[in-house]
């Protein structure tokens, strides 16, 4: 979930067309149009990375919206269970944030692919991950895909490369050496309650073999 007050906007007199912004843009909110930036204000998370790469030009600026917006997807009503078993399927606790910065979980991603994301583009659009370090949440976002059957190929442009690592994929003694030098972050209880549901998961597959 994240709080939109601002999105960005193209100075039309500056703008010369070089799709440099269009190439960074996590949510897919710029389109060329007539050889110029077009910003889509229904998709803009104001991540501001546009902005730092027209710093040439100098021709993104942000401007506040008409109001404030908050972009998260409503899982509520979509099928619960299909929720957690997808969320299991994609190595993620279901209430766990898959992002430091806007607290999106696992099951908040899971919604937007179940409501129509295709693509990580539509992911960070509907919820707003990658708005902030971007860093983690883009291995979450392919896990959320992939669970879900979409298949997702590296672009051309290589502007992402896709990984999917999870934390359950981390081996024991990794996390106990993380837990002893960060254990405010408690990653080894997440570790233990994703090993122990993924042994539940493969004990309900077995019985109905
Ligand atoms: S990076 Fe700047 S100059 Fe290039 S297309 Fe985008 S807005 Fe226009
Ligand atoms: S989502 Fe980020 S990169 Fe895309 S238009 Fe908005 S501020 Fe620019």
Redesign the pocket.
Known sequence: MIQLQFLAQ??EE?????????SVCPAGA?E?VAN??TINADRCIDCQR?ID??N?????SRAPRPSELIRCVDHSDVDQLQLKTLCGKAGLLPDMPICGCTRTTGKEAVAAVLKGANTPEDVCAMTGLRAGCGIYCMTRIFQVLEACGIDVDNPPDRRWIKLTLSLSDLPEEKVKQIDEAYPQCCVGQDWRKLKQRHVHSAAKEDTHV
């Not at 040439?56 to 993104?60: G, L, S, T, V």
């Open positions: 193209v100075d500056k703008c010369t067309g070089c799709k440099l912004c269009e710029i060329m110029m930036a546009c790469r027209c040439k030009e100098n021709a993104i």
